[in-house]
């Protein structure tokens, strides 16, 4: 596990965009696993630049973001279908079926959820997935709990995350209380893992995962499984790293 502690968290953005450009230039097919919240915006900003600067071209790029609220759609101003088009599919050259998000409102999730698992192995696998990280530990939307061998599923929230998800959102009562993710199991099998966290707020969530013992009650700690993993941080995130 290779450990990067940055200043800000503008620099900490920055070396994670700067992976995945490095990345996007230089497999003629690349495959990423996408998250969404407010931690990787600055990354989505920086690959938009670079986009706008004519140095990369996202024409042969393939995506699968991490999960999806059940019971939103694309149209959906807080689904994570629209906020992956908002800040960046719709702004630069990937082929919008290309792109895809476990669909929120698919009649059975569990379906969606299995045939979500199947697309990702019929693309040959993810090249990198870049993820952040809640505060409870959770990795996509992988409670803790949820087995470290798990495939994309459908799960229910914990309070907790509902109750921080509800920033985005009129109230925490109009949060979904489902969603669909892939699974840990999905992750890990993914050729590089690069998990990004910012701010003193995920410091305990940080340290837990990658200096606490292998745990299903700290999601993100099944990291230490793999054997490609970079942990981007800023210097509040790495705050109570020994
Ligand atoms: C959501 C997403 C996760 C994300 C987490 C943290 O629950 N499902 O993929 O890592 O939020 O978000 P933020 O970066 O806003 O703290």
Not at 30 to 40: E, F, Q, S, V, Y
């Amino acid at each position: 596990m290779q450990i990067q502690v940055h200043d800000t968290a503008f620099e900490a953005a920055d070396r994670v965009a700067k992976i995945l450009l490095d990345h996007i230039r230089s497999h003629p097919r690349p495959t990423l696993g996408l998250p969404t919240g407010g931690t990787p915006l600055p990354v989505y900003a920086q690959l938009l630049s670079d986009f706008r600067a004519g140095r990369s071209s996202w024409r042969h790029v393939r995506s699968f973001n991490l999960d999806e609220y059940v019971g939103l759609g694309s149209d959906h101003p807080e689904s994570y279908a629209r906020y992956m088009h908002t800040n960046l599919f719709a702004h630069v050259d990937c082929p919008a079926n290309q792109w895809r998000v476990p669909d929120g409102l698919a009649h059975d999730p569990e379906a969606e959820a299995d045939a979500y698992e199947s697309a990702i192995d019929e693309a040959g696998g993810i090249d990198i997935v870049f993820m952040g990280i809640g505060h409870n530990g959770h990795i996509g939307f992988n409670e803790p709990g949820a087995p470290h061998d798990s495939r994309c599923c459908c799960v229910v929230l914990e309070p907790e995350t509902i109750q921080a998800n509800s920033r985005f959102f009129s109230s925490a009562k109009n949060v979904p209380t489902k969603a669909i993710t892939m699974g840990i199991g999905t992750i890990l099998t993914s050729r590089k893992l690069v998990l990004l966290a910012t701010g003193e707020g995920k410091a305990a969530a940080v340290s837990s995962a990658i200096e606490g013992p292998i745990s299903q009650m700290v999601p993100a700690s099944a990291l230490q499984r793999h054997a490609d993993v970079t942990i981007v941080l800023d210097r509040h995130a790495a705050s109570l790293l020994g």
